[in-house]
């Protein structure tokens, strides 16, 4: 686990250094938007059905995702509660409420979360992150979340028809349907394109690593103490609810410790583009994904230990 973080950091690392020392005069955040709409829409997509198209298609891909349900809407209920009584006490504007609530929420469960399951456990538990993230924790983030964050921002109000339409446009999520239902009719696929899938996968994890030190920044926080609730919760408290659910769903092994090891993510950067778009603090959108991606570092080797004695 310790080689697999430190090669993560320095990648990470290099990210930052590539945004520090912008070579060929690039702009940093047009190479971050490039990689992030590349891999969205081609790489992860490629990843999905090659994952889904090998993988064993059983009650996993159910209670995988209902884990996620649970443990994310249970973090929900405890972050608004959490941040409803701090709001008042610490003089917290809704757009800075907002984006502590949904930090402590939603995790980097594909952008870190891929990487770290497939280095811990084989290629395999990739299925787990994609089930994770695009069968539960992307839906909740533009059913439940864009509301929130439009009700806590200052930006144009997503309906429900908007959320549905944005989560049913996601290239990752028809390759996981795709990937599912040329397993499940057992089609065959010629192996030039088997092998140009997973050509175009295996870019998918380092681009990601990479374009998490190319966001990262160093904000004015006037609320800096305020994220010390949201750290807690989504270090300590959404595993603890992940663990509990997958338990009691009755997932076990690889896919209970995947659950466990998903849920102590640290908060997503794909915050930084909600915060933007909905008008919430984007500067304490950043330092809370600095910040818990720091501490993760730590927390995710506990996560992990536990996951070992918890699955033995």
Wanted: proline fraction near 6%.
């Amino acid at each position: 686990m310790q080689t697999i973080l430190l090669s993560f950091g320095l990648i990470i690392l290099l990210g930052a250094a590539f945004k520090w020392l912008r070579p060929g005069g690039l702009d940093p955040g047009q190479v971050r938007a490039a990689i992030n709409v590349t891999v969205l829409n081609l790489f992860l997509p490629s990843l999905c059905i090659r994952t889904l198209y090998g993988a064993r298609i059983d009650m996993k891909t159910v209670l995988v995702p209902m884990t996620a349900w649970v443990s994310t809407l249970g973090a929900l209920f405890v972050s608004v509660s959490i941040y409803g009584i701090l709001r008042r006490r610490m003089d917290l504007a809704p757009p800075e409420a907002g984006v502590l609530v949904l930090g402590a929420t939603f995790g980097n469960v594909t952008y870190l979360g891929l990487p770290v399951l497939t280095g811990l456990y084989g290629s395999e538990a990739a299925k787990y992150a994609l089930y994770y993230d695009l069968l539960a924790t992307t839906p909740l983030l533009w059913l439940v979340g864009a509301g929130l964050a439009a009700r806590y921002g200052r930006g144009k109000r997503m309906t429900f028809r908007e959320s549905l339409k944005t989560i049913a446009t996601l290239p990752p999520v028809w390759g996981i349907f795709a990937g599912m239902t040329l397993n499940l009719l057992q089609i065959p696929l010629p192996q030039g394109v088997i092998k140009a899938l997973e050509m175009l996968g295996s870019p998918v994890v380092p681009l990601m690593i990479f374009s998490i030190g190319l966001a990262l920044s160093l904000p004015k926080v006037r609320h800096a103490f305020a994220i010390i609730p949201a750290v807690i919760i989504k270090l300590s408290v959404v595993p603890l609810f992940s663990f509990l659910a997958a338990s009691a769903l009755g997932l076990r092994g690889d896919a209970l410790a995947s659950c466990l090891v998903e849920g102590g993510m640290p908060a997503m950067v794909l915050l930084l583009l909600i915060a933007a778009r909905f008008k919430l603090d984007v500067s304490l959108a950043a330092f809370i994904v600095i910040i818990t991606t720091a501490v993760s570092f730590v927390s995710l080797q506990v996560v992990v230990h536990l996951a070992k004695y918890l699955i033995a």
